[in-house]
Nanobody, 122 residues
Framework: QVQLVESGGGLVQAGGSLRLSCAAS????????MGWFRQAPGKEREFVAA????????DYADSVKGRFTISRDNAKDSVYLQMNSLKPEDTAVYYC???????????????WGQGTQVTVSS
């Protein structure tokens, strides 16, 4: 069992930056490929970014490519999402999740955090 806890969310103006963190306990994260998803009010949870277990391969949704960067530190059992040039449409609850496969498919992720709110004002 893996417990995931996100932090780093908050209120930021458009154009600003935030860095989300996801810390794991219970089992080492190095076994898992990791992803970030987000869910805005009234919308489905959507893929944002993923990183392979070793950290060598990343994948991004088109909407965040070039603005967001996913990274991980397996020694710290942590995953990060650096978000730059934030837009109001980035407002959502952001979740980290762990999967056995390297994928964008939400159903493939087996462990989820509780989420952290990101609000971008215009």
């Amino acid at each position: 069992q893996v417990q995931l806890v996100e932090s780093g969310g908050g209120l930021v103006q458009a154009g600003g930056s935030l860095r989300l963190s996801c810390a794991a306990s219970g089992r080492t994260l190095s076994r898992y490929n990791m992803g970030w998803f987000r869910q805005a009010p009234g919308k489905e949870r959507e893929f944002v970014a993923a990183i392979v277990w070793s950290g060598g391969i990343e994948d991004y949704a088109d909407s965040v490519k070039g603005r967001f960067t996913i990274s991980r530190d397996n020694a710290k059992d942590s995953v990060y999402l650096q978000m730059n040039s934030l837009k109001p449409e980035d407002t959502a609850v952001y979740y980290c999740a762990a999967a056995v496969t390297f994928t964008r498919v939400r159903a493939s992720y087996i462990y989820w955090g509780q989420g952290t709110q990101v609000t971008v004002s215009s």
